[in-house]
């Protein structure tokens, strides 16, 4: 509906390819100073590249961003450029492709997506301030380094820490885990996905208790090795050895140190984990053997896996019907025992995620008719993209500890 | 001679250039998983890129890369590289040249110079372990959000808060603020320098007196205006217009932000303001109008400006003698008053920087003559590079507060 109503503002007079210069800003993630990418008043978008010996340029990016590749057309002085249909409003990774290589765009500030720095655009939502900064209390999102005995090596953890947090030494806060996706690392959810502007908006406003956020990387490989990444060829035991590992720097790592060094109600009543896509695969899968450790759970874009075969492929692993039963290793076997100690159980997804958007809502309702209490939640107009996530966070943190 | 050391290696039978590819490791400073920049054993590098329909492709850097740019060659598969002689030791920006347009390389972290994301190359210098991430406690780096009256517009600090901050809640301490130089922001001294790290092993030795080390960012124009940057008709006066307006945010809404934020010694014998480059320039500025506010300043390779008329180029106001009477409004005319005042004056600079280092440290032997206790560092192989200042941090932090 969103991308419908926006055609409909691109073709009517007012908002014609007319516009002037001053009918343009730069996007709030460019670099100061860069006029391009420039976001029309009517959502179009202008990205432009001086290179004048390149033969060929084209602007590609994520879901939400459009069909692209979109060719940019050469002007006599050099400089490249094209007008796109307007974006979904949120977060979009992109890139240029020059000559043939991927490479970023100058203009633009970057975020860690798809393994590496890659740039990215921030299309205004009307109406949407819930991850704006506001004039609020503000908490701080700190680096927290740590030696993770299970890998033997340093990590950092960004922790925010709400507001009020420094001013009242003696209080204790419940914590939140929340995880990013494949190709993302720790710094996705304050970069991209603003957790740290919507805990302070919700926490201003009343609609979420006060609590810590942690954000660790979600790799746990050994020193040097590239980070977990899927292939055709990668089973459900290869996903389970590299989750489990990462399951046992959180449990064993992450935790008492986060214990140790803020002031957290250290108990499962009082702890939630959360992640999106890959992090909330691995949200139900350390779920699955710690619920010891948490009484909150949420999977924001996360695959559902069906099978229970270690030799199986991943991609296999994902269809067919849910079993509540034998589903991650029993762990909604028996409905009653969760309920009484799950305090929530989260699903979400975009309405834009074809499969994974009939994956989830489906496991959701075979949950839900076996007896296990489930709250749905579904993003209206987005697609597997930081927007989705967003909203997500708004609509999770309000449920948390109470 | 560090140069002509590693070039006497490179020339040695032992360091042909027959190298195996055990021989090579990825810079420290590459996304995980990427294996170009890759360095050799004999301090070489190889850069790699992968642009089959590309025509040219170079590597061009910054200060102590070498004297580029350096053309890769295409090989069969479209793989283009080239292997570079031993770069000085430390941290050093580089961007590839893609049929003439400069871009970053995909396979490096980026770091935030020349205005922009940019790649950057970490050299290992043997025996340098001063801000190496060690098994030391570790204090943290804070977001720091606050509302600027001076300029109505939210800005974000990073703060690097002790070891111990947390846990010593009744404890206070003194504060270093530390600006970047020109074309970089707040981000420059923790990523790109270590500062964190080099705090950390500093106090860990019982070298330095636990402090807080505020980190800005340099620039107070208008919303969305352009950070300031130097052209060939920058005067004195549009400096000094630039720099009045940080010192404005520095002194009405930095200080007293960090002053109600953190448990500070909220007075000028415990407050030190130092910067490298443009960040040395704005110390010395700040300085000479509010001595009040600092006990500790250091300038790290900042221009010194011999000028005083406002219309003067400012090329031609960092020419001539250094007049220690009339030089920064007066601010070392009394030296039997600066000298009670000033618990330390700091200039630093690279034995590389050929004018700058001419420049510096013939003020300094100035200031000296007339009777200004001043230290003069001198760091020794590099050139206006994180290395030096680095060096620099590890020199001043010691000599902070005592």
């Known amino acids: 509906m969103h991308k419908l109503w926006f055609a409909l503002l691109a073709l009517s007079p007012a908002f014609s390819s007319a516009q002037s210069a001053e009918e343009s800003f730069p996007a709030a993630s460019n670099v100061p100073g860069s006029v391009s990418p420039a976001i029309h008043r009517d959502g179009r978008v202008t990205f432009t590249l001086k290179a004048p010996q390149a033969s060929s340029l084209q602007v590609a990016g994520g879901d939400g961003l459009g069909h692209g590749p979109f060719a940019l057309i050469k002007g006599i ?44 655009i921030e299309i205004p939502e009307a109406g949407a ?52 996706g494949m190709g993302e690392d720790e710094t996705g959810w304050t970069r991209q996905g603003k957790a740290q502007f919507i805990l302070d908006n919700l926490i201003a406003a009343g609609k979420a208790r006060p609590m810590i956020v942690v954000m660790d990387r ?23 050895r590299a989750f489990g590992r990462f399951s046992d720097v959180v449990i064993h790592d992450l935790i008492p140190t986060i214990d140790a060094s803020y002031r957290t109600i250290a108990d499962r009543e009082h702890r939630a984990l959360a992640g999106l896509s890959m992090g909330g695969m691995q949200t139900l899968f350390i779920a699955s053997h710690h619920l010891d450790s948490f009484a909150y759970i949420a999977s924001l874009s996360g695959p559902i896996i069906r099978g229970t075969d270690p030799g199986e492929q991943f991609a296999a692993s994902l269809r067919g019907p849910f079993d509540t039963k034998t589903a991650y290793d029993g762990l909604f076997a028996d409905p009653a025992k969760f309920n009484r100690e799950v305090k929530l159980l989260w699903l979400g997804v975009g309405s834009e995620e074809a499969q994974l958007h009939a994956s989830i809502s489906d496991a959701a309702a075979a949950l839900r008719d076996s007896g296990i209490r489930v709250a749905f939640f ?25």
């Open 129 to 180: 301030d819930f991850y704006a900064l506001r004039n609020v209390p503000h908490g701080q999102v700190r680096e927290q380094w740590y030696l993770a005995a299970t890998t033997s090596q340093w990590r950092r953890a960004l922790v925010y820490t709400p507001p009020g947090y420094d001013e009242h030494p003696a209080k204790r806060y419940p914590v939140l885990i929340l995880q990013h």
């Open 77 to 120: 002085d050099g400089t490249w450029s094209v007008t796109i249909a307007p974006p979904v409003p949120g977060f979009h990774y992109y890139w240029f492709v020059l000559d043939g290589a991927p490479v970023n765009d100058p203009g633009s500030r970057t975020y860690f997506g798809y393994s590496k720095e890659t740039s990215g």
């Open 218 to 240: 979600g790799y746990a490989g050994a020193p040097g090795a590239p980070p977990f990444a899927l292939t055709a060829n990668t089973t459900l035991g290869d996903i389970q």
């Open 378 to 402: 579904e993003s209206p107009g987005t697609a597997h993209e930081w927007q989705t996530w967003r909203r997500d966070l708004n609509d999770i943190a309000p449920r948390l500890f109470r």
